[in-house]
C-alpha cells in the first residue's frame, strides 16, 4: 500500500539532546513538509522540500534541521537549540503542482524531560 | 503573503443538526484550498478540494463546502451531525505555483448527544 510513514509514533528525550524523527514515503512524490502542531495553533510549518538536496525554512525553522537526500525520505532533526521541542509533529507529502493535496503520515509525539 | 483564518476554536452541536464551519482566506490569485479532519493523535485526512469550476463541492463523510470568492470564504457544512463527527477540522489554502500548504488554527468540534 502506498502511503507515508512516520516513526516512532512516542518519542521521549532528555532536554539537550538532539533527536531525529523518521518521515518515509512510498508515492512518489517530489514535495514533502514537516509540521509541528501545538494545541490551539493549529499546524506550523518547519521546512519543506520540493526536490532532493534542497529544502526550504518555513515559519518556525529554529532549532530544526532536516536533509533530502532520497526522494522517499525527509528525516526531522529537533536540536538542543529549540527551546520548547515538546510537541506533535506531523511529516506530509504531496505533488508539485498546487492543484493537489498533501497525504499525512500519523505524526510523533516528541516529549522531552 | 498567504494566511487562513478559521474564526471558531471550538464549536459544539447537538446530533442530528446542521454544522457550518468558517474559513476565511488571504491570497491574491484563485487558491487552491482544502478542508482536512484530525482525530485524536492521528494524522489529517482529505474531506475536499477545490480547484477550480463549480464553487460547490462535495467530499466524503456527507461534507460539502462552498468557494466564494467575493468573501474569500470556504465554509465547510454538513446537513447532520453524527457522533462519530467529532474531531479538529482544517482549512488549507496552497497557491497555483504548488509549494507549501498553510493551515488555518483549526476548529475542534464536539457534538452533544
Known amino acids: 500500500d502506498g502511503g507515508i510513514t512516520q516513526s516512532p509514533k512516542y518519542l521521549f528525550r532528555k532536554e539537550g539532546q538532539n533527536v531525529t524523527l523518521s518521515c518515509e514515503q512510498n508515492l512518489n512524490h517530489d514535495a514533502m513538509y514537516w509540521y509541528r502542531q501545538d494545541p490551539g495553533q493549529g499546524l506550523r510549518l518547519i521546512y519543506y522540500?520540493?526536490?532532493?538536496?534542497?529544502?526550504q525554512k518555513g515559519d518556525i525553522a529554529e532549532g530544526y534541521s532536516v536533509s533530502r537526500e532520497k526522494k522517499e525520505s525527509f528525516p526531522l532533526t529537533v536540536t538542543s537549540a529549540q527551546k520548547n521541542p515538546t510537541a506533535f509533529y506531523l511529516c506530509?507529502?504531496?505533488?508539485?503542482?498546487?492543484?493537489?493535496?498533501?497525504?499525512f503520515g500519523q505524526g510523533t509525539r516528541l516529549t522531552v524531560v | 503573503a498567504q494566511s487562513v483564518t478559521q474564526p471558531d476554536i471550538h464549536i459544539t452541536v447537538s446530533e442530528g443538526a446542521s454544522l457550518e464551519l468558517r474559513c476565511n482566506y488571504s491570497y491574491g490569485a484563485t487558491p487552491y484550498l482544502f478542508w482536512y479532519v484530525q482525530s485524536p493523535g492521528q494524522g489529517l485526512q482529505l474531506l475536499l478540494k477545490?480547484?477550480?469550476?463549480?464553487?460547490l463541492v462535495q467530499g466524503i463523510k456527507g461534507f460539502e463546502a462552498e468557494f466564494k470568492r467575493s468573501q474569500s470564504s470556504f465554509n465547510l457544512r454538513k446537513p447532520s451531525v453524527h457522533w462519530s463527527d467529532a474531531a479538529e477540522y482544517f482549512c488549507?489554502?496552497?497557491?497555483?505555483?504548488?509549494?507549501?500548504?498553510?493551515f488555518g488554527q483549526g476548529t475542534e468540534l464536539s457534538v452533544k448527544p
Open positions: 522540500s520540493q526536490i532532493v538536496n534542497d529544502f
Open positions: 488549507a489554502v496552497r497557491n497555483n505555483q504548488g509549494g507549501k500548504l498553510i
Open positions: 506530509a507529502s504531496s505533488e508539485i503542482q498546487g492543484n493537489t493535496e498533501a497525504f
Open positions: 477545490y480547484f477550480s469550476g463549480d464553487t
